[in-house]
């Protein structure tokens, strides 16, 4: 009998005993690894098929009454599901928690609590709430690359692959001077021909050539979007491990910048190689920055030779004038995030087609749509980040900042947008 208490005694404190705990501890341990893991790769092939589309703009756009103006339909006041946002959707599912941690960050939910204030002043409620949750999904594209950085490998991979399609795509446009269509409309390719209303052309040695759109709104939105990948692959040095893959994809950027023919674009893109090539790159050849900067700018040159439209100056001149106006009107509440074109509509003008563009010029269409104090506010939040950055980095908010001068792609279309947020959470991850 004492031989058998002993034996349960022996037996229930080696089940109660503290080393089998860790066993267990270690199982469930493994598991939540194996768990992590997988999701880890799930978020990394959602990340890479995101940079993959990141060019396209295929979507579901939804036509209310408010989207029209004067009986014209606009694409810019159409509420649009891109396919692009469904991938930020599923990787907001997959670390729900995070994101939320950094939407409520002091500083992230003021911008947002001044923005939704802004909302409620809007000329167009429901256009403005679009236009939030559009600059939420901004901030959050922003996060996810500052959180989950693609290896440079396969981001090169991606935005080349990308590049490719998009060349392939625009020189096709640029022979036959018509869309494809095909396949190219499932990537957000629209209907165009040369002799259509407001398409943009360019003419050169008196040859009228369609400018290329690949599947962006509009060839500058191209050039802009490409211009911003090419400053981003040749400065940042983490790429130069990859060579041949850096200097074929900055090859196709710099073709899609010039068949763009956008102007500003090209000239942006001659002064970025030089300022890289004379005060960034270290070598000691002279001769061999001179000469590589000599073909660009002939490069460059001719290109813009090419004569795209003639009404140009006096068109962007109009909206200027126009965003002046309603600035002076609405001062302190501006008219509404997303809202700028039905207070423009109030205004005549004498190019029709044209029209129904914002201003070309990011920062009087933040002023006019967010009113001055929201906008100083985030322009202070802007300048405070320039802490983070390397003289080198800064570079590639230059390229944003002088085409965004010109030209309003970066807070109205759904490519340079997200492609903005994702190359500067990505180069605040490396600290520049």
């Known amino acids: 009998m004492k031989r058998v208490k002993k034996a349960l005694t022996k037996r229930n404190k080696l089940y109660s005993d503290k080393n089998v705990i860790p066993a267990k501890a270690g199982i469930q341990s493994s598991g939540s690894q194996i768990k992590s893991g997988m999701t880890d790769t799930i978020s990394s092939i959602l990340l890479f098929v995101f940079i993959l589309l990141l060019p396209t703009q295929f979507g579901k756009h939804f036509f209310f009454p408010f989207s029209y103006l004067s009986g014209v339909r606009v694409d810019y006041l159409a509420p649009t599901v891109y396919l692009t946002d469904m991938i930020v959707g599923l990787l907001v599912l997959i670390d729900i928690k995070s994101v939320f941690a950094f939407l409520k960050q002091k500083k992230i939910l003021l911008l947002l609590t001044l923005l939704f204030i802004n909302v409620m002043f809007s000329q167009s409620f429901p256009i403005s709430i679009y236009r939030y949750i559009k600059i939420v999904e901004l901030l959050i594209v922003g996060f996810i690359a500052y ?240 802490k983070k950055f390397r003289a080198s980095s800064i570079l590639l908010l230059a390229s944003i900042f002088f085409t965004g001068f010109f030209d309003h792609y970066w807070l109205t279309l759904q490519q340079n947008m997200l492609l903005m947020g994702f190359v500067i959470g990505a180069i605040l991850k490396r600290r520049g």
């Not at 935005?159 to 096709?172: P, R």
């Not at 106006?325 to 609405?330: D, E, G, T």
Request: some cysteine; proline content about 3%; charged content about 10%.
């Open 147 to 386: 959180k989950d950085f693609v290896k440079e490998k396969m981001l090169l991979i991606g935005f080349f692959a990308a590049g490719t399609i998009q060349l392939l795509l625009a020189l096709l446009q640029l022979i036959s001077k018509h869309s494809i269509q095909g396949i190219f409309y499932f990537l957000g390719e629209r209907y165009m021909n040369l002799s259509m209303p407001g398409i943009a052309k360019a003419s050169f040695r008196e040859v009228e050539l369609l400018r290329p759109y690949g599947t962006f709104s509009h060839p500058n939105s191209l050039a802009g979007f490409f211009l911003l990948l090419y400053s981003w692959v040749l400065i940042d040095k983490r790429f130069n491990r990859f060579l041949i893959l850096k200097y074929i994809s900055l090859f196709i950027f710099s073709l899609l910048i010039f068949i763009s023919f956008s102007k500003i674009a090209i000239f942006v893109y001659l002064i970025t190689n030089f300022y890289f090539l004379f005060f960034v790159l270290r070598i000691n050849c002279q001769f061999c920055k001179w000469a590589r900067f000599i073909i660009l700018a002939v490069l460059s040159i001719l290109f813009m030779q090419a004569q795209t439209d003639p009404l140009t100056l006096q068109k962007r001149l109009e909206l200027l004038k126009n965003s002046v106006s309603i600035i002076l009107r609405h001062p302190v509440t501006g008219v509404g995030v997303g809202s700028y074109l039905i207070v423009q509509n109030q205004f005549a003008s004498k190019f029709f087609y044209f029209f129904n563009q914002p201003v070309h010029n990011i920062f009087l269409l933040a002023i006019a749509e967010l009113g001055i104090p929201i906008s100083l506010f985030i322009f202070y939040l802007l300048f405070s980040f320039l």
